[in-house]
């Protein structure tokens, strides 16, 4: 079900800007990578590139090819509609629906890929909550506003909007920034479960989050303000913060700039 | 303090609330005045309001008590006759089926515009393009009504027929003579070019509103364009929908010059909206107030105060519409 992210020669831009140069990087199905890096540096930007999200953005421009397996994201003729029914994504602020049902929140994705009978609906949501730990939480009051819920139920609430439509891949933006500890606490668990049937990408400032949660890590930089961000290195979790290759790297991680 | 007020009562307060009382807020000048000022528009906004609902009602009761006729069911205007006998039934349908008409009309053309502004037309094309709207507003409403008398009304005519060849089954395009198009059906196009504006600016504002989080939430589940207005949009903006028509209807339900401009003067009720003749109450108002018998100007008073009621109505069944499923509006994001 997972699938290999195959990244090569990507850049993006914003109407004239390049906001990140030249990045390509394989990611494992089954796998967390996180994304590490000073604010500005096009880790946000990139992880958009990855699901055609970038693009949604008035000017967004991509060059370069994500391979999902075998699949050519920007080749030619591909939707992108079809892309991000396969690369799902999970924002920084929760977003559920305001206007609609926990239940419905959920169903959201299915009921766009076709009709699908009343009982097979059921069983999708009541799978999507318990794969996100929302279900007991939430079983009694399914037909409440989804924006009645705590914002660490709403991520997880959007975290199982996401993966009902079984995605190939999930994408997170900072999924925890909005959040208390304990919060990101049920979220991080989450991840760790996820990823025996996803391929996890997120980004994060939080670098005990990316440590705690990731196997592999990779760290964007950017030169000056203005300059389009780069990717720096991409290496196993654990070499990038006991002794990574770039002296950058490094000082990043303790603290030295950024 | 409040753990120990179960064993033993608490020392009264004294030293705490007697200062309280005793002591003077500081109330600048300044405040004072403003808060003078504000309650005092408040109040004079009250009075008008009761002076003029006495006035109209105390109009209305003088001409109700000299009727003959049934007041809401009667169908003719005829207050200088003796006895005097009047009713607003023609005036409530023309004034209703008009006003139908305008929104059936114009509520869904105006979606559509004020969709294609905010989610369609290139940024280029989407400034103009409202500020032409806007314009449309800017016409006063007798101008629409020369318009409509003059252009629309002739034009119409070709439709008229069409209408009444292939869907005079229906009833309400069946046309009995061949008179010219000064119809309620008429009146009806006419308020909807009307109301668009303004119905179209609001439903834009809207739009323009919905948080760009929740947009990305449908199109990163694969949503299409639509279906990311369906889902995310739509929604979002229904209760503002629903204001911007109300908006409108109150707009076409008042609307007067134009109407009185375009109807023709037979007074009658027709399921036939392609039939000249109708009335609603404005336009009733309008083209009868200066030869009106002082009798005659009470009873178009009470039209007046039957118009109003309705109007509270349209706009109460609003509130409510919306206030129904407030927990589900985007409000609370």
């Given at each position: 079900m997972a699938k290999r992210i195959d990244v090569s020669g990507l850049t993006a831009y914003y109407s004239t800007f390049k906001a990140i140069e030249d990045i390509s990087m394989t990611v494992e199905p089954r796998s967390v990578t996180a994304f590490i890096g000073p604010s500005g540096c096009g880790k946000s930007t990139f992880l958009r590139t990855l699901n055609r999200m970038h693009e949604v953005t008035p000017g967004g421009r991509v060059e370069g090819k994500v391979m999902l397996d075998d699949e050519n994201l920007y080749g030619s003729g591909v939707d992108p509609v079809t892309v991000r029914r396969e690369v799902g994504m999970v924002f920084q602020r929760p977003n559920p629906f305001p206007t609609m049902s926990i239940f419905d929140n959920v169903a959201a994705g299915l009921r766009l890929n076709g009709s699908y009978k009343k009982s097979e609906l059921n069983d999708v949501v009541e799978k999507s909550l318990r794969g996100a730990n929302l279900w007991d939480e939430v079983k009694d009051r399914l037909n409440r506003p989804g924006s009645g819920l705590s914002g660490g139920q709403q991520q997880r609430l959007c975290i199982a909007r996401a993966i009902a439509v079984e995605p190939k891949v999930l994408l997170m933006d900072e999924p925890c920034s909005a959040l208390d500890p304990i919060s990101t606490l049920a979220i991080e668990d989450l991840i760790g479960e996820l990823k025996e049937h996803f391929t996890i990408v997120i980004v994060t400032h939080n670098m005990q989050q990316a440590a705690r949660v990731s196997d592999r890590t990779a760290f964007f930089n950017l030169a000056a303000v203005g300059q389009p961000g780069k990717l720096i290195e991409i290496d196993d979790t654990e070499r990038i913060f006991s002794n990574p290759s770039v002296q950058a790297t490094e000082d990043y991680i303790s603290g030295r700039f950024g | 303090m409040n753990t120990t007020a179960t064993q033993t009562p608490p020392p009264p307060p004294t030293d705490r609330i007697e200062p309280k009382s005793s002591q003077k807020t500081v109330v600048r000048p300044g405040d004072r005045i403003f808060s003078g000022l504000s309650k005092g528009s408040g109040i004079t906004l009250l009075v008008i309001m009761a002076a003029i609902a006495a006035f109209l009602t105390y109009r209305a009761a003088l001409a109700l008590s000299e009727n003959k006729a049934n007041f809401l069911t009667y169908e003719d205007w005829l207050p200088q006759n003796t006895p005097p006998m009047f009713g607003i039934a023609t005036l409530a349908f023309g004034t209703v089926v008009s006003s139908v008409i305008a929104m059936v009309l114009a509520v869904p053309v105006a979606i559509g515009i004020a969709l294609f502004i905010s989610h369609y037309a290139p940024r280029k094309l989407a400034a103009p393009l409202a500020y032409l709207v806007d314009l449309l507003a800017a016409v006063p409403s007798i101008v629409y009504g020369l318009w409509g008398a003059l252009i629309l009304v002739p034009h119409l005519d070709g439709l008229n027929k069409w209408l009444d060849a292939y869907?005079?089954?229906?009833?309400?395009?069946?046309?009995?003579?061949?008179?010219?198009?000064?119809?309620l059906f008429t009146v009806g196009i006419l308020l909807a070019i009307m109301i668009l504006p303004i119905i179209t600016n609001v439903t834009r504002e809207v739009f323009l509103q919905v948080p760009r989080m929740h947009e990305e939430a449908a199109l990163a589940l694969g949503a299409t364009r639509w279906e990311t207005i369906r889902m995310s949009v739509l929604p979002f903006a229904r209760s503002g929908i629903i204001s911007a028509s109300m908006l409108g209807l109150g707009r076409a339900l008042g609307e007067t010059m134009a109407v009185a401009t375009v109807l023709s003067p037979n007074f009658i009720i027709s399921g036939h909206l392609l039939d000249p003749g109708g009335g609603t109450f404005a336009q009733n108002i309008a083209s009868k107030f200066k030869e009106a018998t002082p009798l005659g100007q009470d009873a178009l008073i009470a039209s007046g105060l039957v118009l109003f009621v309705i109007t509270l109505l349209v706009n109460g069944a609003a509130r409510y519409i919306i206030g129904r499923r407030k927990e589900y509006s985007g409000a609370n994001a």
């Amino acid at each position: 079900m997972a699938k290999r992210i195959d990244v090569s020669g990507l850049t993006a831009y914003y109407s004239t800007f390049k906001a990140i140069e030249d990045i390509s990087m394989t990611v494992e199905p089954r796998s967390v990578t996180a994304f590490i890096g000073p604010s500005g540096c096009g880790k946000s930007t990139f992880l958009r590139t990855l699901n055609r999200m970038h693009e949604v953005t008035p000017g967004g421009r991509v060059e370069g090819k994500v391979m999902l397996d075998d699949e050519n994201l920007y080749g030619s003729g591909v939707d992108p509609v079809t892309v991000r029914r396969e690369v799902g994504m999970v924002f920084q602020r929760p977003n559920p629906f305001p206007t609609m049902s926990i239940f419905d929140n959920v169903a959201a994705g299915l009921r766009l890929n076709g009709s699908y009978k009343k009982s097979e609906l059921n069983d999708v949501v009541e799978k999507s909550l318990r794969g996100a730990n929302l279900w007991d939480e939430v079983k009694d009051r399914l037909n409440r506003p989804g924006s009645g819920l705590s914002g660490g139920q709403q991520q997880r609430l959007c975290i199982a909007r996401a993966i009902a439509v079984e995605p190939k891949v999930l994408l997170m933006d900072e999924p925890c920034s909005a959040l208390d500890p304990i919060s990101t606490l049920a979220i991080e668990d989450l991840i760790g479960e996820l990823k025996e049937h996803f391929t996890i990408v997120i980004v994060t400032h939080n670098m005990q989050q990316a440590a705690r949660v990731s196997d592999r890590t990779a760290f964007f930089n950017l030169a000056a303000v203005g300059q389009p961000g780069k990717l720096i290195e991409i290496d196993d979790t654990e070499r990038i913060f006991s002794n990574p290759s770039v002296q950058a790297t490094e000082d990043y991680i303790s603290g030295r700039f950024g | 303090m409040n753990t120990t007020a179960t064993q033993t009562p608490p020392p009264p307060p004294t030293d705490r609330i007697e200062p309280k009382s005793s002591q003077k807020t500081v109330v600048r000048p300044g405040d004072r005045i403003f808060s003078g000022l504000s309650k005092g528009s408040g109040i004079t906004l009250l009075v008008i309001m009761a002076a003029i609902a006495a006035f109209l009602t105390y109009r209305a009761a003088l001409a109700l008590s000299e009727n003959k006729a049934n007041f809401l069911t009667y169908e003719d205007w005829l207050p200088q006759n003796t006895p005097p006998m009047f009713g607003i039934a023609t005036l409530a349908f023309g004034t209703v089926v008009s006003s139908v008409i305008a929104m059936v009309l114009a509520v869904p053309v105006a979606i559509g515009i004020a969709l294609f502004i905010s989610h369609y037309a290139p940024r280029k094309l989407a400034a103009p393009l409202a500020y032409l709207v806007d314009l449309l507003a800017a016409v006063p409403s007798i101008v629409y009504g020369l318009w409509g008398a003059l252009i629309l009304v002739p034009h119409l005519d070709g439709l008229n027929k069409w209408l009444d060849a292939y869907l005079g089954w229906t009833y309400i395009f069946d046309k009995a003579g061949t008179g010219p198009a000064r119809s309620l059906f008429t009146v009806g196009i006419l308020l909807a070019i009307m109301i668009l504006p303004i119905i179209t600016n609001v439903t834009r504002e809207v739009f323009l509103q919905v948080p760009r989080m929740h947009e990305e939430a449908a199109l990163a589940l694969g949503a299409t364009r639509w279906e990311t207005i369906r889902m995310s949009v739509l929604p979002f903006a229904r209760s503002g929908i629903i204001s911007a028509s109300m908006l409108g209807l109150g707009r076409a339900l008042g609307e007067t010059m134009a109407v009185a401009t375009v109807l023709s003067p037979n007074f009658i009720i027709s399921g036939h909206l392609l039939d000249p003749g109708g009335g609603t109450f404005a336009q009733n108002i309008a083209s009868k107030f200066k030869e009106a018998t002082p009798l005659g100007q009470d009873a178009l008073i009470a039209s007046g105060l039957v118009l109003f009621v309705i109007t509270l109505l349209v706009n109460g069944a609003a509130r409510y519409i919306i206030g129904r499923r407030k927990e589900y509006s985007g409000a609370n994001a």
